[in-house]
Structure formats: C-alpha cells, structure tokens
C-alpha cells in the first residue's frame, strides 16, 4: 500500500470496490474492444473521448457516443463484438497494485464486495485473470440494479448483501461518477486516482 495512505483513519466495517480503473487496469483494452468493434461499421471513437467518459456503464457510454455521432447503431450488436474483442485481450488487463495490496491485506478482516457498472460475465473474468476474485464476498453487476452509477443503487444493493449499514462501509473508486454514487449512498469514499498512474 502507498505510504501516502492510511486505511486506519477510516472507520468501516466492510469495504466495496469499483472494478474497471480501481482494482484492474482495463481502460487499455475496453478501448481496444470499443474501437474495433465501431471500426467495423465505419464509426471511429476517439481516444480522448473515451478517457474522458471512463466510468460510464456501457449502455450511458453507447447513448454518449451515439448522440455524438448523430447516428443509429445496433446496442446489442457492438456489446457481443466489444466483449468478444475484449475477451480475446484479457491477458493484457494488470491489477492496479495500490488497490489490489488494499484488498489483500484486508481480506479476511472485513466482508469486502466489488459493485461494478460493467456486466457481470466480463467483471468476473477481469477478477479472475488478475487472480483476485477469491478475495470478495459478493460482486454486484449493473445488471441487477435499476439505475447506474452515479445513482447509489449498487453500492446500497452491495452493502445489503454485505449485512452491513452504508454509513459503515469504506468505496475505492476511480471515477466521478462512481464518486458520486459513493456519496449519494451515504458512504465514506477513497478516490484512489491521486494514488495511481495507470488511468482507464
């Protein structure tokens, strides 16, 4: 863990983490799979824009870039080729350390969860692939929650499934969004990106 960061000013009595940008790396390869995959029906996602929107669910992300396209694409299209594409990349997806130290060193001293905006089949493989899912209690998908991030609606589904108060749980999260979400659920939040150098 940084030297730079104390976990023991925090009172908590469970911890949730955000997954893409917080405990993995992936900004690199979901990038790579969006690309591709739009690249295939003649559309080109800039860089940029897409750092810019790092943390937005994949459904929020497709509207921004639709609308900015002024365009009409088929969703459930470019999601099975981005996540195909992204599957065949999930070797070069790293563990952010500063995070990963975090939730070794506290696994089995806490419940600890991971509330993701991304699907669950990609959020547990990235888990597996940089060998830390064994670590968590419970992962909880945007696809069980009515509203996205920034809405609190994951991380209270999380603590819930933890047992434990929100006011009593401590979020790592990457985004201004997932920040946000921290907050709206009444949670003391850590923006772990002072703490990183490898961005989404």
């Not at 975090?102 to 692939?129: D, F, Y």
């Not at 609190?152 to 999380?158: E, K, Q, R, S, T």
Request: hydrophobic share 40%.
């Amino acid at each position: 863990m940084s030297d730079k960061f104390d976990i023991g000013a925090y009172k908590f009595h469970a911890i949730i983490f955000d997954c893409d940008g917080t405990l993995a790396n992936t900004g690199p390869v979901h990038y790579l799979a969006f690309s591709h995959a739009f690249n295939d029906i003649g559309l080109d996602m800039p860089e940029d824009w897409y750092r810019q929107r790092a943390g937005l669910s994949r459904s929020k992300l497709f509207d921004a870039f639709r609308q900015e396209k002024d365009t009409e694409f088929d969703s459930d299209e470019m999601a099975s080729k981005s996540e195909k594409i992204y599957r065949d990349h999930i070797d070069r997806v790293t563990e952010n350390r500063f995070v990963a130290d975090i939730a070794r060193h506290e696994n089995g001293r806490v419940p600890m969860a991971v509330a993701s905006a991304g699907q669950r089949a990609i959020v547990e493989a990235t888990l597996k692939t940089i060998g830390l899912r064994d670590l968590f209690d419970q992962v909880v998908t945007v696809e069980e929650v009515q509203h996205p991030k920034p809405a609190p609606d994951l991380f209270l589904l999380a603590a819930k499934r933890l047992n434990t108060s929100p006011e009593d749980c401590l979020v790592f999260e990457d985004s201004d969004e997932g920040l946000e979400a921290a907050r709206n659920a009444g949670m003391q939040v850590v923006d772990v990106r002072p703490f990183t150098t490898d961005g989404k």
